[in-house]
């Protein structure tokens, strides 16, 4: 056998056995979670309360006569979507490899106590709560612990985009959301012109004229939601621009020319929103806009 054969069958012989030592060593074994598939354990369906603590501030999601809802730092509708893709993630967070049970170590993968905390509460029984820590170097993987345990995970998935949100990102967009189905008879009202749109068996109308579907338009309308919130007080909203009138649902429109953006509320309800010019013009149609829209 060579001798640069022999040197390096010696030095991989070393790189072996330092690896091996490296992995015994206190709080940094490195093992399967196979006797552990997943981070925590609750019922979803049961669950009724969700706080994420992080550098986003402090959350509090609660089920309020079944509807999701925010509770802290303001009382508002949640995203049902979100919260419910939250609860069902924390269930079932699926634990890849432990990669250290050295406390020391814990902020090197960002689950120590300063990190994001998530507690899942059934009633006022806390039923789960751990940290969710930074991604790993493939972006395909989080560190995780959970609270009160040394063992920081591999999970697989992005989980701080789903757990780590502002209150805002949280809070339900919707300005006015209905079936397309339902939308048949739709009233503008611009300053001193006022104009129709209707559906009369199959046929659109704008007042008395007949036109093809305005699909784009229903579409726009049937899922109307925010870009921001406005929380901020305002004295004196801008100069209203238009008004639309669904059955008993009305939607003011108001240009503010120093953000370019319209301030839209929904009669009564004291909530503003901020929409942008192009998606305010996806529904602030003109008569002469709808009759362009010939029958074929």
């Known amino acids: 056998m060579k001798r640069s054969t022999i040197v390096s ?3 991989l012989g070393g790189l072996v056995l330092l690896a091996y030592f490296v992995l015994q060593r206190p709080g940094e074994q490195s093992r399967t979670g196979d006797d552990q598939d997943y981070l925590v354990d609750y019922d979803s369906a049961a669950i009724s309360r969700m706080e994420v603590t ?15 809802t925010i509770t802290n730092p303001i009382k508002y ?5 979100l919260v419910v893709r939250a609860v069902g993630t924390g269930r079932t967070i699926p634990l890849k490899s432990v990669v250290s049970t050295n406390p020391s170590k814990q902020g090197l993968f960002q689950v120590d106590s300063t990190a994001m905390l998530v507690r899942f509460y ?7 709560v751990f940290r969710v ?30 757990f780590d949100r502002k209150s805002a990102d949280w809070r339900d967009k919707g300005i006015y959301t ?8 739709v009233r503008f009202s611009y ?26 338009f229903i579409a726009s309308l049937s899922d109307f939601d925010t870009q921001n919130f ?21 939607i003011r429109f108001h240009y503010d020319l120093p953000t370019k953006t319209y301030v839209v509320q929904r009669a009564g309800t004291d909530q503003l929103f901020s929409v942008t010019v192009w998606k305010a013009k996806q529904l602030l149609l003109r008569k002469e806009d709808f009759l362009k829209m010939k029958r074929t």
Not at 54 to 68: P, Q, T
Not at 178 to 185: D, I, M
Not at 193 to 216: L, N, Q, R, Y
């Open 178 to 185: 209905t079936p397309r189905e339902n939308l048949t008879a």
């Open 230 to 250: 406005i929380d901020t007080v305002i004295t004196k909203l801008p100069a209203l621009t238009a008004v639309i009138q669904v059955d008993d649902v009305v």
């Open 191 to 216: 300053g001193d012109t006022a104009f129709s749109v209707t559906k009369h068996d199959t046929v659109w109308m704008v007042d008395d004229e007949p036109i093809g579907e305005p699909t784009s």
């Open 9 to 11: 069958l010696v030095v």
């Open 122 to 128: 059934e009633g006022a029984t806390e039923k789960a």
């Open 54 to 68: 992080s550098g986003n501030g402090h959350v509090v999601i609660e089920k309020i006569d079944g509807i999701w």
């Open 133 to 162: 820590g930074k991604a790993t170097t493939s972006f395909s993987e989080t560190y995780v612990r959970a609270e009160g345990s040394d063992e920081v995970f591999i999970a697989e998935g992005i989980l701080g985009s789903i």
């Open 77 to 81: 509708p949640a995203a049902d979507f």
